[in-house]
């Protein structure tokens, strides 16, 4: 099918074909259940963020009998794949935020304290109050921690400030990141952008951001006011290289400069000066806007345990060591990790979570009937990578870099497409609902 036929089927349809793809039909055959388990095992799951929620319901799909405990104080529910849409002035701060306990399954109990202690030795969980929690299986699925002040001089409460953005503190954060670099292309100057050394999350969000300034710059003709630097932590643009080559063209293409092998250290927001650390020592860049993204590490309760990995690239920040293929982890077997927290290649997204659960539920539950699973998770990751307002490159990609589009021959995942728009826009936010659920 063409690209033209595609968009003459009507928005309303192609979307209804998407979330199809995108549901439950697209899950390995070995992650579908087909009838529930009975058991009485305690199982515990540290957070209740997408992966943490996400888990809950499936587990609630698949077992009969068994205790399933979720420990987080959060209250709000944030809708992360929305702050970007946010940040770019389309949503309110309020598109993102919905409450924790709208998607907490019958049957399963939320203890809505913080998890302080994970005790995989003891097979326990200790929250903020003290209050022991014992468990026969454990999935954790805390999110990773903002490490802002892995930054000299930033501080949360800067953004919005002293020409300082930052997409990923929280939706607020975000709309103020708007207002920031809103407030810089109606005047120009020099517009910052980087990401950190670290593993992080939606790797492609930091792109996505210096496109859209540009593309906000020349909506009010003042592009030729302005000078775009964006600043890699390495020597490329995305861990993809087809996809990097293809980022180097358009930022070539639309004039905006690259500096490669540049580590944001420290901030002055009172000069407005960023400080980064390079291979020829530290240097420093002059801004009006930035849009600063933090080092990212494990939270803290999971480093401090003995479940991250001990050497290789993921033991620094304390990421949980886990086998790739099946989330579970390499020296306590009846502990998961899945979400931003797992040491793993890729997957710090929220497509990689509607994959990598499935998988590591259904070798728990194997494990619950004393039996073996062969569901695998290859690293399917997403990004829809934006490149203007009203077009993105959904790109879709695994553990060997290698590209697998959902929907090859209606969606080529290096054009520059609006069906890619209004899957992110639009299809991405139901699909993740659904997700919660235990639905796709």
Not at 16 to 45: S, T, Y
Request: proline share 6%.
């Amino acid at each position: 099918m063409s690209l033209n036929q595609a968009a003459g089927l009507g928005r309303r349809r192609f979307l209804a074909g998407a979330l199809a793809a995108l549901g439950a039909g697209a899950l390995p055959a070995a992650a579908r259940a087909e009838g529930k388990v009975r058991a009485g095992a305690r199982i515990v799951i540290a957070g209740a963020g997408a992966a943490g929620l996400a888990s809950a319901a499936r587990l609630a799909q698949r077992l009969e009998g068994a205790s399933i405990t979720l420990v987080d104080r959060r209250r709000d529910h944030y809708y992360q794949p929305g702050f970007t849409l946010i940040a770019a002035g389309l949503k309110p701060a309020s598109y993102s935020v919905s409450r924790t306990a709208d998607y907490v399954p019958q049957g399963v109990s939320l203890i809505p304290e913080a998890v302080a202690e994970i005790d995989p030795v003891g097979n326990k969980v200790v929250t903020e109050s003290g209050k022991a929690v014992p468990y026969d299986f454990l999935i954790v699925a805390t999110g990773l921690e903002l490490n802002y002040a892995g930054i000299a001089g930033m501080d949360t409460a800067l953004i919005g400030k002293e020409g300082i953005g930052s997409v990923y503190a929280g939706p607020e954060q975000a709309a103020a990141t708007y207002a920031a670099m809103s407030r810089f292309a109606d005047t120009g100057g020099a517009g910052l952008f980087l990401r950190p050394a670290t593993e992080m999350k939606c790797a492609g969000a930091p792109l996505k951001y210096a496109f859209i300034t540009d593309d906000v710059l020349r909506r009010r003709g003042n592009r030729g006011k302005a000078e775009l630097i964006y600043c890699a932590q390495n020597t490329v643009l995305f861990s993809v290289p087809i996809v990097s080559e293809k980022v180097r063209m358009l930022f070539a293409d639309r004039g905006i400069a690259t500096r490669y092998s540049h580590v944001m250290s420290a901030i002055d927001p009172g000069r407005r000066i960023a400080t980064f650390a390079t291979p020829q020592g530290p240097q420093e860049i002059k801004y009006d806007f930035t849009n600063v993204i933090p080092p990212m590490r494990a939270p803290a309760a999971v480093r401090s345990s003995p479940l991250p990995w001990q050497s290789g690239p993921f033991a620094a920040d304390g990421w949980m060591e886990v086998d790739p293929a099946t989330l579970r982890h390499k020296r306590f077997a009846n502990v998961f990790g899945v979400g931003d927290v797992a040491g793993v290649p890729k997957g710090k997204t929220a497509a990689s979570v509607k994959w990598q659960v499935p998988v590591a539920v259904d070798h728990l539950v194997a494990s619950i009937e004393g039996k073996t699973s062969d569901a695998r998770y290859n690293g399917y990751t997403s990004c829809p990578l934006i490149t203007r307002i009203g077009q993105a490159m959904l790109v879709e990609f695994d553990y060997n870099n290698n590209l697998i589009p959902s929907f090859p021959g209606i969606i080529a995942p290096l054009e520059e497409l609006w069906i890619s728009w209004v899957m992110k826009e639009i299809a991405l936010n139901p699909t993740y609902i659904a997700m919660l659920r235990g639905q796709a």
